[in-house]
């Protein structure tokens, strides 16, 4: 096993990685020369970190954003969805560890806290802003602002 890591460590090295490390995304396991283990480097280097949830963000010509994240095994009320007054949302929520009644004996998902933010772009309204969850997916629609129109010049 160690071999393996060995070589992948490797690999990656020559992709063009600085750390000859590479992250699960999420940042909850780090594979490496002498790694395959959950946290992330900057745990590594002593820094408390908090696994980003992934988004995508899509800009509709209807007059919003929307934002999708995956968010299997998780409700709407395990989320908080926050606006700040300096227009940056944030979602964050946990992920529990399932009750088992017997000791786990392989773990690949990550759980825990994560949190991601998201600045809106200037033409985003800071109202208006709805979320649903549907099928392991996070939607949330953020409206754009409407277009104010030009002052109409009546000299001649």
Not at 2 to 9: H, L, P, S, T
Not at 25 to 34: D, K, L, Q, R, S
Not at 79 to 103: F, H, N, Q, W
């Amino acid at each position: 096993m160690r071999d393996m890591m060995r070589e992948m460590a490797k690999q990656w090295k020559q992709t063009g990685s600085v750390s000859g490390r590479v992250s699960w995304p999420g940042g909850g396991v780090e594979f490496g020369p002498n790694r395959c283990s959950p946290g992330s480097s900057s745990q590594q280097q002593g820094k408390a970190s908090t696994p980003q949830l992934p988004i995508d963000v899509a800009d509709a010509p209807e007059g919003f954003y929307t934002l999708y994240a995956d968010i299997p095994g998780l409700s709407k009320a395990d989320l908080s969805i926050k606006l700040s007054k300096e227009r940056v949302l944030t979602i964050s929520g946990e992920r529990k560890a399932p009750l088992a009644d017997a000791p786990l004996q392989q773990q690949e998902r990550v759980l825990g806290s994560f949190e991601r933010r998201w600045e809106l772009p200037e033409d985003a309204e800071g109202e208006g802003i709805s979320a649903k969850v549907a099928d392991g997916v996070l939607t949330i629609t953020v409206p754009k602002k409407q277009p104010q129109p030009e002052p109409v010049d009546e000299q001649q």
